[in-house]
């Protein structure tokens, strides 16, 4: 059975504090790993794909990199816009995604 | 662009009706696939979609059931609701083919109570 750990739970993070969210993950047959955020109230829009250990990909703050049994997603100088759901989901050989319980961010003006 | 629409947004039913959502995808997107978002569960695959065939199904009891039209347009429906059932239903698209190098966008969802 797939299985995707997000840690932390929770993170609070004062304006401009950087910090890292941690997405482990045991499947076979990985086919790509995705980021979405999720704000209260509204479905998950798509951060990244990631389909290789050590492939990265960057937006304006968020960096999201991968190995072969975990991800990151580093938010660097974070705004308090970046305050969300994280979602961690992995993609594997039969069409559907696993998702990880999600890191809730606060980010503190 | 016009993003995955899901119909309706909000809805309340009582214990032992059915429910009917509805999705649009993404302007050429063919495979589309449905999910529950529970506090408790997070996020659970339902089914999935490709060219009104279902390619894939969770771990969810048969009251749970879902179809594709040929505009690639969806529903889902859940008979006999229980209490348990109320979620967030979130449907999902995506070109679909083949995995590799699909993004896969969600709508806003459906939220659904049960009383």
């Known amino acids: 059975e797939d299985q995707v750990t997000q840690s932390p739970e929770a993170l609070r993070l004062q304006e401009g504090e950087s910090s890292s969210l941690n997405c482990s993950y045991t499947?076979?047959?990985?086919?790509?790993l995705f980021w979405y955020r999720q704000d209260p109230g509204k479905g998950p829009e798509f951060l990244f794909t990631l389909y290789s250990a050590g492939e990265e990909k960057e937006k304006e703050r968020l960096k999201a990199t991968l190995t072969k049994k975990e991800s990151f997603l580093h938010i660097t100088a974070p705004k308090p816009e970046d305050s969300a759901t994280y979602l961690c989901a992995v993609q594997v050989n039969d069409y559907k995604l696993s998702f990880g319980a999600g890191t809730t961010v606060t980010v503190r003006a | 662009k016009a993003g995955v629409t899901q119909t309706p947004r909000y809805l309340i039913k009582t214990r032992g009706q059915q429910v009917t959502l509805s999705c649009s995808p993404i302007?050429?997107?063919?495979?589309v696939s449905w999910y529950q978002q529970t506090p408790g569960q997070g996020l659970q695959f339902l089914f999935e979609?490709?060219?009104?065939?279902?390619?894939n199904k969770g771990n969810f009891p048969g009251r749970f059931s879902g179809r594709q039209f040929s505009n690639s347009r969806s529903e889902m429906n859940v008979s006999t609701l229980e209490l348990g059932d109320s979620a967030l239903y979130l449907c999902a698209s995506s070109f679909g083919g083949t995995v590799s190098g699909n993004t896969i966008y969600f709508g806003e969802g459906s939220w659904l109570t049960v009383v």
């Open positions: 979609y490709f060219s009104e065939t279902q390619r």
């Open positions: 302007s050429g997107h063919r495979s």
């Open positions: 499947v076979s047959g990985l086919r790509g």
